[in-house]
Structures are given as C-alpha cells and as structure tokens.
C-alpha cells in the first residue's frame, strides 16, 4: 500500500497498488463462482498464468483449501517438467488434480508432428468439451487475460457459452461494477477469467513478489533445440522424430509460454532468474505469442478457436 | 513511421537495463486507475487511445510491423500510421467496419497502471457506456475541436454524472485542426461550463489536446504555450481513486461466502465496499441487526490489524452470530438503511421493454431478491435532458421508476455508495442482464435497524392513545380554505379526545424549513420534510393534519409511500381558481398577477389535482365547517 499524507477529510488514507487492487479483484471473483456455481473446476495448464491463478485461488479461500479440483487438458506432448510442477503443486494446494485425455485422439495417435492443426483441435478443443461434459461442470476458471490478443479486450470475465460450448460475442452480458450475473439456462456453462485485468507484466511482478514457483523452463539453461521453420524447439523425449540433417544442439534457451513442446519456440537467452526474465521481457520487442505456432495459423486464428470452443 | 510521432518517453528504458531489481521495486508500489473514453465515431477516440498505448510503449515490434500493414491497407491516415486500427478487435466487427462492445485496454506509465473501458459510439452507447464508466475512476469527454459541444457531448457527460464519476476531463482534441486557438478553446470550455452547470456536474478539468499529433497528451505541447495545465497522461498520474476515497466512508462489507473448512473456523469472505475495520471494532449484520465485534482480518498472507475499502479478506467474530451470503458487515454505530421500496434510476439494456408489474431478479451487494418496478416516474430523453411520462421503458432508455423488492435489504444510495447502491435487473426467463439501477433513497423505511431496539413501538403508542395514527393530507390551491378546515378538523378531533397535530405550511416554513425557498427543488425537498416528521408523528401514534398547497402529484405519492398502508388521507379541498382569486385572503394573487410574485401555483405554476383523493371537499358547495364534519366522519368512521 502507498500512504498518501492526507485525504481531503485530513484522514490519512491508504492507496493500494495495482497488484493489489488485481488480487483483489480476482479473489472476489473466484468467490463469486464459488457461491453461485453447483460444480465449479478450475483450468490448469501449468503455466505462469496458471501458477498466478493457483496461488490467488488458494488466497481467496485460505484457511480452507480451494473448494474446487484443478483439470489438466493433457496432450500427452507437455514438457516433462511441466508434468512434474503439475502434480507437486496439485499436491501442495490440497486440491484433487484431473487429467483428462481425449480417448479419441489417444486411439488414433494424433500427434504434432503429423496432424497440424488438427492436434491442436482433438487434444485440446474436443477434449475440453468432453472433459467438461463428463464431470458436468457447469464453470471453468481459465487464465486467459484481455491483454494477450485483440479480440480478447472485449471478453467478459464471465463468459457463457451454449450446451455445445460455442461462444457467441454478440449474445454476451453486460458486466457493470463488481455485479456479475452467474445465472445460466440449461445446458449453459460459464468459463470465468479472474486474470482478464492483468498484463503479462503484471503476472511477472506478481510472481516474483510473491515467490511463486513456476515451470523451470521459464529460466534460461542450457536445453537440446533444433530450428525448424523458424522456431527452436526443444527435443523434450525420444518421441521427437529427426529430419535428415538434423541434430539437437545445445543452446542456452528459455521459453516465454508454454504449450506442446514440439509447437512452442525457445528464445536464446542468458536470463537465469525472475529479474532476469522480466528485464528480457520489457526489452524485447515482440509480443508473447509469437512463441506459439498456433497463431500464426490465420489471422483473428485465436477468435475463431475461441468460438469454436478452445478456451 | 510518420515524422510527427514523438519518442515514447514513459518508459525507462535505461533503468530496466540498468538495475532491473531497482525497476521492480519501484513498479511495486504503483497504484492503478480506471478511467473511461467518451467520443464519437469521429472524435478521433480510438486514435487518442491508440497514442497513449503507443507513447507508453504497450505495442510490441510485431504488433507495429503488423500496423503499418494494416495502415497502408485499409487505414484512413495515408501512409501514416492509424492508431484506430489498433484498437480495433473482433474480425466481424472488422469485416462490418464498426465495433459493438466495451473494450478493455491496458498500458502503464512509471507511476500508474491503467485500464482505459472503450466504448463506441453508436445506437447500442448508452448500455455499452454504462457498462464502461461503472468501473471507471474518471472519465475522459472528446470533443472535436471543430465541432465543439454537440448533442453526444451532452449524452455522454449527462451518463458519466448519471454513474457517478467525479473526475472528468475535457478533451478538447484536434487542436491541430483549428490552428491550436486557445480563442476556440476557450469558447468551447465556456460553452460546456454552462450545460455541465445544467446536468449537476460539480468540476472538470479542459486540456486541449491533438491525439493525432500528440499535443498535450504526454509532456506540454509547444503548439500552445497558452496552456498551462497538466498534459492528458500527466493528469490520469494524479487523478483520485475511487477505492481510496471511500475509505474515508464508515466500514461496509458484503458477505459473498461463509467459509468453513472445520468446526473451529468461521470466517465471513467478501471484498470491503467501503470504509476501513480492525480487530476489535463494533460490527453489525444487516438485515438482522445483530451486532459483534471483530476478532480477526484473516489472509492468506498472515491476520491484518486494519484492512480498507477495495481488499477482498476474510473476518471472523468474536460472538457466533447468524451471518450469510447476502448480508452486509457494518460500522455498528453507523449502519446502512434496510428498506423493501426504492426510487431508482433504471438504465434499459434489452431488446424487451421493462414491464411494470413483471418480476424481475435483483442484485446487489451479494444479494438477489424478487423485485418489480411499481411504478414509472419518467423517461429521461439523454439528448435534451428532458423527462418525458412513460409507463415502460425500452432499450438503452433511462428512467426514473420505483422499485419494489420482496423483502428488505441493506442498501446505501448510489451518490454515496455505489458498492451497496448500484443493482443489476435479471430477466427470469432469459436470465439476460437487462437493466442497470441507481438508488436514489427508500421510499418506506420500515426496517431501518434503529428502530428494531424500540421496544415501545408505534403500535404500542397508538393503543395507548386509543386511536388509530394517520397523515389527513390537505391539498389545493392557495385560498382554497385548507388551513381553515384543517384548524376545524383538529378543534372536533380535539374535542373527541383524540390526540392530534396540525402541520401548516407558515408554521414549517419559519423553523424547520427556514432553508428552503420556492424553486420547485425548494418544493420538494420542503414536501420531503414535512412527510418524514408527518410519518414520525404517526409513529407516536398522533392523527396528523397538514395543510400545503402540494401541487405536484409526485410528491403527494412520495409522502403517501412514506406511510403506513391506510394511514394516507389525501383531502383535496376542491376551489375553483376564480373563487381563490377572488377571495384572496393573503393578498397573493394580486401579486402574481402583477408579476411581483413568481412560480405561482395557478398562474405560472401548475396545480395537479388528485386523480384518487380519500376525500373531496368542494367549497363552493360546502361551507368550511360543513367541509370539516365530513372529513371527521370519513377519518372516525
């Protein structure tokens, strides 16, 4: 908090910073969804948006643990040491961990070597829907955040989507002052984004104030890449198919977000620690997703997943 | 890159390089503001806001290479860069050319975070700027500096004042476009002090500006060395926030979640509405009226010794009180009113009209009740500020209604809380958000909490007296003969036994009202009073008479909502104009018609006659003692 001298009344007030003022905000949310909601879960994808969401989540109902489980969307394609921070942190908060595989997409080995976009579509858009579908839960708490792209300024915090979890940006409800209208017509569900006033840099800061454990893959070290079509990506297992020519290098990378190993790009970088990592981030020039193949797909691609149902 | 864009100088760039922990730990303490952009299509809103992501340094390499792409192709700007492009979002309001919906954009200075809530102009404005300027601490009106104060302008500052946003500055942009003329800027500031004084609108702040050109908007223009504020972003650095000022407010939380992890722990979660609270203050819980004291500010980060308006915390109690989602945590020495029936302000944001009568869900705080507007007062047109009569109210239409709820709840009024003022309407069918409320005040104060410790209550007042209280509300033109019916009425009553009390227009005016003069304003509030004291006489059990000329059938309601149900006895004292003016005792018509008196009820002022008056005395049939015995046979019989 910052302590101004003196308010109008000559009562000495109390201005709370920006990061207090979001946690705040994010907590009364997750609070919202779980006075209102019948089966609540929140989604975690082991990233630092995630880890952000799980910490806030086990303060907005301390001393009781997160009256909710965490469900992991597995691609069976993650980081190993996203796998491992997964179950640890599960753990840690007290919370029963979910992990759902799309049998689909497990059955036919679709894989993002051979499958493009579809890998993408099966594992995650499809199996989301069923995840959800299966538990009936009826809201899911995602970190998505309005700064990330153009078309997600406009989303609400709550967010409806229909029985066949297609959202509809012109069907969405007003959110006035701290007033959000939970109900919803059968079939509805609701994804809720406590982290939608939050910039990238906002998430940084919070975690390096709050000492919040992240993936290690965040921080530069020295990781096996091969450069394809412009990324560097990490040989993370044996499952990695070598073209000819090619040979994993040693190369001190560290990775801005993360998703599918084989479909999110390393940058080279010395930044070992939190400071580091910030200080790379405001001096770099480009925005945080250029690290991820799937954007580069279409133009508006992330609007159009989005109706389509991937978060 | 266009010759006129100005490096961004927001960010320090050298100390990120430098001592990156040093840059943190100052970031660390930057506080947070939210604020609204109010403008036309044309007033070059999205370019103002575009500039200020761009000086600050929120558009990443990409997202420019991808800009001067998206400039060249579809902007507006020739080959310079059109910020508008920038904020635009969804691909089919792309395609359509237009948007239609509140955006959220983010950008950050040393000092401040902020969150600009952009909204469009066009036909949906008044719901999606609602929307934006409920969670905003300031407000930014554009106007064209060409154009000066137009017809949006006064649409867009009648909603900002409507939602309550104090700080508001005038951006008097595409000063560039009128030869940066501090003479233009001047008369446009001029011609808005004068409607701004008209809407109520206490203060606000002119910058002349050029988004385009970024004029004032980052450091001083040298365009206009004749201006010698603060630059837009200089001023958003040091604008009051709304949290932060309604500390100062007494303590107010809504409950959202009883958290229970075991039996030892009972915790009450909720974001602090307003006010601050430490261990050890006296709390009430509201509607119950059940008071306790704070044990504990429970966080996950370790218990607190004081917490303040805008944290989400947890509190625990020293006694076990009933307390639940819903209810409202207050300063026990200074609680919020519990009322069931509310004048409001109601913004329309459906397709569906509001059908009095039809049960809708209201919420607010953390709490949903059944609630049905009783009764539209007026529609508010938002261009001319006119009140038009209307029985409904259709989308994105503005309108005072009173609202009734299915039972009492804890509440403060809008201009004094918006935490526990400010409402949401809930279609039960669609379960659509379909309006917006404002409070204004309780129209029936039944369950105000002061009054659950009486233990001598009305009824025991009234029983004593043997009687049964009641307001014998005289109403009529000036002359009419109301106060010397009224004095009759009291004489019989006395004479009865009955214990009674005659309020006169003279008599209030020369103390309790003193104050007031006779601007319809002064009318009101003049009729206000003499309801609440009429309404606390009842509740010493007293037959109340008064006698005021009342002409306005608006407040005649008021004061019969005030009441008890059959406790309201409207008398109207039916005398033509012609037989008062030819009477006139007071010598007052002689006067109006002269001109020396004015807002005469009858000759410049209207008088609204009762459409369902208890009883009608005509005075030219009846004579004023013959009047009175039939008032005391309707009262006593």
Request: proline content about 4%.
């Amino acid at each position: 908090m910052t302590t101004s001298p003196a308010s109008e009344s000559g009562i000495s007030q109390a201005t709370l910073t920006h990061l207090q003022r979001l946690e705040a905000e994010s907590i009364h949310i997750m609070r919202e969804v779980v006075a209102n909601a019948d089966n609540p879960v929140m989604l975690y994808s082991v990233g630092k948006d995630s880890a952000c969401m799980l910490h806030l989540a086990k303060k907005a109902f301390y001393p009781a643990p997160p009256p909710f489980p965490l469900l992991h969307v597995d691609t069976t394609w993650k980081f190993q040491a996203m796998y491992q921070l997964r179950d640890r942190a599960a753990e840690e908060a007290g919370m029963k961990l979910l992990v759902h595989h799309n049998p689909e997409a497990m059955e036919k080995g679709i894989n993002p070597f051979d499958h493009g976009s579809l890998h993408t579509d099966m594992w995650k858009t499809d199996g989301l829907k069923q995840a959800l579908t299966k538990y009936n839960f009826d809201v899911a708490f995602g970190g998505a955040r309005r700064d990330e792209e153009k078309s997600r300024a406009k989303e609400r915090i709550f967010s409806f989507r229909s029985a066949n979890h297609r959202w509809d940006p012109k069907n969405q409800r007003p959110e006035l002052w701290r007033q959000y209208n939970t109900r919803k017509s059968k079939g509805e569900s609701i994804r809720v984004f406590p982290l939608s006033n939050w910039t990238e840099l906002d998430i940084w800061q919070y975690i390096h104030l709050e000492g919040i454990e992240i993936v290690p893959l965040y921080f530069s070290q020295p990781r096996p890449v091969v450069e394809r079509d412009g990324l560097l990506i990490m040989v993370d297992d044996d499952r990695f198919p070598l073209r000819d020519g090619e040979t994993p290098e040693m190369r001190s990378v560290r990775f801005r977000t993360l998703g599918c190993y084989p479909l999110t790009g390393a940058v080279e970088s010395t930044a070992q620690t939190l400071p580091e990592v910030i200080q790379e981030m405001l001096l770099t020039t480009t925005s945080e997703r250029q690290g991820r193949a799937i954007d580069h797909d279409q133009s508006a691609s992330m609007e159009k997943k989005k109706q389509e149902g991937y978060f | 890159m266009s010759k006129d864009m100005k490096d961004p100088v927001y960010v320090t760039d050298q100390l990120i390089a430098d001592d990156i922990d040093a840059y943190l730990l100052k970031h660390q303490h930057k506080t947070m503001l939210r604020f609204i952009t109010c403008g036309s299509v044309d007033d070059g809103k999205s370019t103002l806001i575009g500039r200020l992501l761009y000086d600050s340094k929120m558009i990443f390499e990409d997202q420019l290479a991808s800009l001067e792409n998206d400039s060249k192709n579809v902007g507006t700007q020739g080959q310079d860069i059109d910020f508008a492009l920038l904020v635009d979002g969804l691909a089919a309001e792309r395609e359509q050319g237009i948007t239609i919906d509140v955006a959220y954009r983010f950008f950050a200075t040393d000092k401040r975070k902020f969150i600009v809530a952009d909204t469009p102009g066009h036909e949906q404005y008044t719901r999606n700027m609602v929307t934006g300027a409920s969670t905003a601490d300031l407000a930014v009106i554009l106007i064209d500096a060409r154009q000066g104060v137009l017809t949006q302008t006064r649409r867009h500052s009648y909603l900002v004042n409507l939602l309550g946003i104090k700080n508001v500055v005038l951006a008097v942009n595409k000063m560039d476009l009128v030869d940066y003329s501090a003479e233009r800027f001047y008369e446009i500031v001029s011609d808005y002090s004068h409607f701004a004084k008209q809407i109520g609108m206490d203060s606000f702040l002119p910058i002349p500006i050029s988004g385009l050109k970024g004029d004032n908007i980052v450091t001083h223009s040298e365009n206009m060395p004749w201006y010698q504020g603060p630059s837009l972003l200089a001023h958003l650095e040091e604008a009051p926030i709304s949290d932060t000022a309604m500390q100062d407010h007494p303590f107010r939380m809504a409950v959202q979640w009883v958290n229970r992890p075991n039996l030892d722990f009972r915790g009450f979660a909720g974001q602090i509405g307003a006010g601050t609270v430490r261990p050890g203050d006296a709390i009430r819980v509201l509607p119950s009226g059940k008071t306790t004291t704070v044990k504990s500010i429970v966080t996950f980060d370790g218990n607190l010794d004081q917490a303040v308006a805008g944290q989400s915390i947890t509190l625990t109690f020293e006694d076990e009180i009933d307390c639940s989602r819903g209810d409202v945590i207050v300063q026990s020495d200074q609680p919020c009113e519990v009322a069931d029936q509310f004048e409001s302000t109601l913004v329309w944001m459906a397709e569906e009209a509001m059908l009095p009568g039809r049960p809708y869900i209201l919420k607010i705080g953390t709490q949903s009740v059944t609630a049905t507007v009783t009764e539209p007062k007026y529609e508010v047109n938002v261009n001319t500020m006119e009140h038009l009569a209307s029985k409904t109210l259709g989308l994105n239409a503005i309108g005072v209604v009173n609202i009734s709820t299915d039972r009492a709840i804890p509440f403060e009024a809008y201009a004094q809380n918006p935490d526990l003022g400010g409402f949401i309407l809930i279609d039960r069918m669609t379960n659509a958000t379909v309006a917006a409320g404002m409070i204004h005040f309780a129209l029936r104060r039944s369950q105000n909490i002061h009054w659950q410790a009486v233990d001598v209550d009305r009824d025991a007042h009234a029983s004593l007296k043997n009687q049964k209280p009641a307001v014998v509300w005289f109403t009529g033109l000036s002359g009419s003969g109301k106060s010397t019916i009224a004095n009759i009425v009291e004489k019989k009553l006395h004479a009865l036994g009955k214990h009674t009390f005659l309020l006169d227009g003279d008599n209030v005016r020369h103390g309790l009202n003193r104050d007031l003069g006779f601007t319809d304003a002064d009318r009101v509030e003049n009729i206000r009073r003499v309801g609440e004291v009429a309404r606390l006489m009842t509740d010493a059990g007293l037959i109340v008479l008064t006698a005021f000329i009342s002409p306005f059938r608006s407040e005649r309601r008021m004061v019969r909502d005030l009441m008890a149900e059959g406790e309201f006895i409207e008398v109207y004292v039916d005398t033509p104009l012609e037989v008062a003016e030819q009477r006139d005792v007071k010598g007052l018509y002689k006067k109006a018609r002269s001109g020396q008196l004015k807002n005469f009820t009858g000759i410049d002022s209207p008088y609204e006659a009762p459409e369902t008056a208890e009883i009608i005395v005509n005075t030219v049939e009846l004579t004023a003692e013959e009047a009175a015995e039939r008032v005391v046979a309707r009262l006593l019989g």
